[in-house]
T-cell receptor, first 117, second 111 residues
Framework: GAVVSQHPSRVICKSGTSVKIECRSL??????MFWYRQFPKQSLMLMAT?????????EQGVEKDKFLINHASLTLSTLTVTSAHPEDSSFYIC?????????????FGNGTRLTVT | DAKTTQPTSMDCAEGRAANLPCNHS???????VYWYRQIHSQGPQYIIH???NNETNEMASLIITEDRKSSTLILPHATLRDTAVYYC????????????FGQGTELSVKP
């Protein structure tokens, strides 16, 4: 079945540094990927929609300059958390749907646990 | 996007059927209902989806009411590994296919 891979699965960084998270669709092409964030005991919150070859669309309240998204190919989207602070510590999850597969299920990565010290 | 309402938590005995309800009274005619689950510290896992007809796959069955205002996910023989948070979500493909997660139902399967 379709697989979405995220890397790294866990990362610890110091306050003020930047962290890049990769999301790859392994056996299908995805013109659109979605980035979510999840705090402990809470549901997933959609951060942004990543569009291949164009700018990402951010949800209300999500800072585009802090969470940089690049979707340079049909199988790779990256999320960079810039100048990370402890409050950015969270579980980041990406998802993707195959190109042209409307109403097919979204496939999710296994998430990246970010801890900012 | 369709807002969904689910009970916060449910218990189920191992080996018994788990019936998880979802209300989606604002769903539109072409909006699918998707079910996902999330086991602790993992990404969500797709379970099943449907539009009007009942659906069944190797994981579960989905029963959608005729008026499409509610649905029930059925795990026919729950196991301890089915303990997870279950999310019922309305498809929003008309707005780019993004899925907006509600709070879900925390299902605890007990021995």
């Amino acid at each position: 079945g379709a697989v979405v891979s995220q890397h790294p699965s866990r990362v610890i960084c110091k306050s003020g540094t930047s962290v890049k998270i990769e999301c790859r669709s392994l056996d299908f092409q995805a013109t659109t990927m979605f980035w979510y964030r999840q705090f402990p005991k809470q549901s997933l919150m959609l951060m942004a929609t990543s569009n291949e070859g164009s700018k990402a669309t951010y949800e209300q309240g999500v800072e585009k300059d802090k969470f940089l998204i690049n979707h340079a190919s049909l199988t790779l989207s990256t999320l960079t958390v810039t100048s990370a602070h402890p409050e950015d510590s969270s579980f980041y999850i990406c998802s993707a749907r195959g190109f042209g597969q409307e109403h097919s299920p979204l496939h999710f990565g296994n998430g990246t646990r970010l801890t900012v010290t | 996007d369709a807002k969904t309402t689910q009970p916060t938590s449910m218990d189920c005995a191992e080996g018994r059927a788990a019936n998880l309800p979802c209300n989606h009274s604002t769903i539109s005619g072409n909006e699918y209902v998707y079910w996902y689950r999330q086991i602790h510290s993992q990404g969500p896992q797709y379970i099943i989806h449907g539009l009007k007809n009942n659906e069944t796959n190797e994981m579960a069955s989905l029963i959608i009411t005729e008026d499409r205002k509610s649905s029930t996910l059925i795990l026919p023989h729950a196991t301890l590994r089915d303990t997870a948070v279950y999310y019922c979500i309305g498809d929003n493909y008309n707005q780019g296919g993004k899925l907006i997660f509600g709070q879900g139902t925390e299902l605890s399967v007990k021995p």
